[in-house]
C-alpha cells in the first residue's frame, strides 16, 4: 500500500509553521495514541503514520527533502504505517521524553497534578492530595493536633497491591519484555511507544483479584492526625509524606498537603507575627487619661496606659503580645489603636456640662483645631490680597 502525504495525514497545509505541525500531531496522537484504543489495529496504525509523518516534518533537513524528493529520500526505513516493526536501540533519537510530555494527563497524572512516575515493573507512584484545613486564630496561635479524614486510594490487602488473584503472580509482558515500552526503528530515528499489549506496566496479569480488579488499590477512607505548630500562616501547607494516593501495583504513595486558612477574627487583625486591635475610648478618658484593658490574642487581658490628651487613631505598641514566630521562639508584637467616641443620646444635664465646658475652654484646650482655623484663615487672607 502505497503511503499518505505527510501533510494529508497531519492535516496540515505544506506551508505550515511549526506551531500548526505540532499542534495537529497533538490533537492526533491524543486521539489514535493505544492507551484509549485497546485493541484496535486500525488506529495503532494511524498513530504510527502521524508519528512518522511529524518526526519527519517537525526536523527542517528532513523536511526540506520530503519537499524535495518524498517518501523516496527515506527509501529502507525500517516500518511504515501498516508495516513490520524493527527494533533497534542504535536508531537516530528515542521519542520517550515526547510521549511523556503529551500524554502524561491520561497515563499517570496524578488528580494532584504531579506526574506519576513508573518504575520498569509496571509500578506507579499514586497521586499526591490536597487538603483544605480551616482553623482559628487561636488554634494558629496555640499550635494544635488535628484529626482529618481523607478518602483516597490505598494498597488493596487481599493481593498486597500487586493486582493479581491471591496465589498467583503477574507474568512478564512477552511483547516488551517487561520494559512497558516496545520501539520501532526507521531510517534515521527511532520511535518508542507504550506497549500495546500491557499498557506500559511490563506484566500480564491473567487472573485479577476480585476485591480491586487488578488495579492493585482500594478506595478507603482514612482517619490522620496532623499536627500544626504554633505560629502557621494564612497559605502555610504541611506535607505528610507517603500519605496520599497508593501507588499502582505496589508502587510507592503518593504524598498529601494540607494547606490552612485562617478564618477572620472578630477583635483582631494579623500581619504575620504581629496582631492589631482597635479599641473604643471615652473621651473623657482620652482627655484625662487612665488605664484601660485589653484582650490578647491567647485569651487573657492586660492593663495598658492611656497618656491625657490621647487623639483617636493613636496606636500602642505591647512587646511580645503578638503570634509566636513560626520555629523560633521569638514572638511578634500587638498594636492597640484607640478610636475615642463621641458621647451620644445625651441628657439636659450632660448638655449643659458641655457647653459649660465649651465655655470654659481656650485655645489651649484644642490646639490642634485652633491651629487648622488659624491657617484657613491665613489661607483666605492671602486670597483676598
Do not use: W
Not at 506551508?15 to 497533538?26: G, I, N, T
Not at 496520599?244 to 507575627?273: K, N
Not at 493613636?314 to 500587638?334: C, I, N, T
Amino acid at each position: 500500500m502505497a503511503k499518505r502525504d505527510y501533510y494529508e495525514v497531519l492535516g496540515v497545509d505544506r506551508d505550515a509553521d511549526e506551531k500548526q505541525l505540532k499542534s495537529a500531531f497533538r490533537k492526533l496522537a491524543k486521539e489514535l495514541h493505544p492507551d484509549r484504543n485497546p485493541g484496535d489495529e486500525e488506529a495503532e496504525i494511524k498513530f504510527k503514520e502521524v508519528n512518522e509523518a511529524y518526526e519527519i516534518l517537525k526536523d527542517p533537513q528532513k523536511r526540506a527533502a520530503y519537499n524535495q524528493l518524498g517518501h523516496a529520500a527515506f527509501d529502507g526505513g525500517g516500518y511504515g504505517p501498516g508495516g513490520g516493526a524493527g527494533f533497534d536501540s542504535d536508531f537516530g533519537a528515542s521519542m520517550s521524553d515526547i510521549f511523556d510530555d503529551l500524554f502524561g494527563d491520561f497515563m499517570g497524572a496524578g488528580g494532584g497534578g504531579a506526574r506519576r512516575q513508573k518504575t520498569r515493573n509496571g509500578q506507579e507512584r499514586g497521586s499526591d492530595l490536597r487538603y483544605n484545613m480551616e482553623i482559628s486564630l487561636k488554634d494558629a496561635f496555640e499550635g494544635k493536633t488535628a484529626e482529618i479524614t481523607v478518602p483516597s486510594s490505598v494498597t488493596c490487602e487481599t493481593c498486597n497491591g500487586t493486582g493479581a488473584k491471591k496465589g498467583t503472580t503477574p507474568s512478564v509482558c512477552s511483547s516488551c519484555g517487561g520494559l512497558g515500552k516496545v520501539r520501532a526503528s526507521q531510517g534515521f530515528f527511532t520511535i518508542e511507544r507504550t506497549c500495546p499489549v500491557c499498557h506500559g506496566r511490563g506484566e500480564i496479569i491473567a487472573d485479577p483479584c476480585h476485591d480491586c480488579s487488578g488495579t492493585g488499590r482500594i478506595t478507603k477512607e482514612r482517619v490522620l492526625s496532623v499536627n500544626i505548630p504554633a505560629g502557621v500562616e494564612d497559605g502555610t501547607r504541611i506535607r505528610l509524606a507517603g500519605e496520599g494516593e497508593a501507588g499502582l501495583r505496589g508502587g510507592p504513595s503518593g504524598d498529601l498537603y494540607i494547606f490552612l486558612t485562617i478564618e477572620p477574627h472578630e477583635i483582631f487583625s494579623r500581619d504575620g507575627a504581629d496582631i492589631f486591635c482597635k479599641v473604643p475610648i471615652s473621651m473623657i478618658t482620652a482627655a484625662l487619661g487612665g488605664q484601660i484593658e485589653v484582650p490578647t490574642v491567647n485569651g487573657e487581658r492586660t492593663r495598658m496606659k492611656i497618656p491625657e490628651g490621647t487623639s483617636t487613631a493613636k496606636q500602642f505598641r505591647l512587646k511580645g503580645k503578638g503570634m509566636p514566630v513560626l520555629r523560633s521562639k521569638a514572638s511578634g508584637d500587638m498594636y492597640v489603636q484607640v478610636e475615642v467616641e463621641t458621647p451620644k443620646n445625651l441628657s439636659r444635664r450632660q448638655k449643659d456640662l458641655l457647653k459649660d465646658f465649651e465655655k470654659a475652654s481656650s485655645d489651649d484646650t484644642n490646639p490642634e483645631s485652633t491651629s487648622f482655623f488659624a491657617k484657613v484663615k491665613d489661607f483666605f487672607d492671602k486670597s483676598s490680597d
